[in-house]
């Protein structure tokens, strides 16, 4: 498999946990009413962010293992 189609599968598998985690949490707390979703945001927020730096971090190793390394010539050899 090259590093090009293991990144994808990687992202892909990525935001499949995300869903499935989401997916998870609205049901754990499925009858809820917008107002308590409002509420829920002021708990989350702080997290939702360190979440996303890490979300972001995920992406960009996989985009740094995606991306074809070029090798330089070294001109004293």
Do not use: C, Q
Not at 2 to 28: C, D, N, Q
Not at 30 to 45: F, R
Not at 47 to 56: E, P, V
């Amino acid at each position: 498999m090259s590093p090009k189609s293991r990144a994808y599968l990687e992202l892909l598998l990525l935001f499949l946990i995300l869903t499935l985690i989401s997916l998870g949490y609205v049901l754990w707390t499925w009858p809820t009413s917008p107002m308590e979703v409002i509420d829920n945001l002021d708990h989350i927020g702080p997290s939702a962010f360190l979440l996303d730096l890490l979300f972001f971090g995920v992406l960009y190793r996989i985009w740094r293992k995606a991306r074809k390394t070029e090798t330089e010539n070294n001109i004293w050899e």
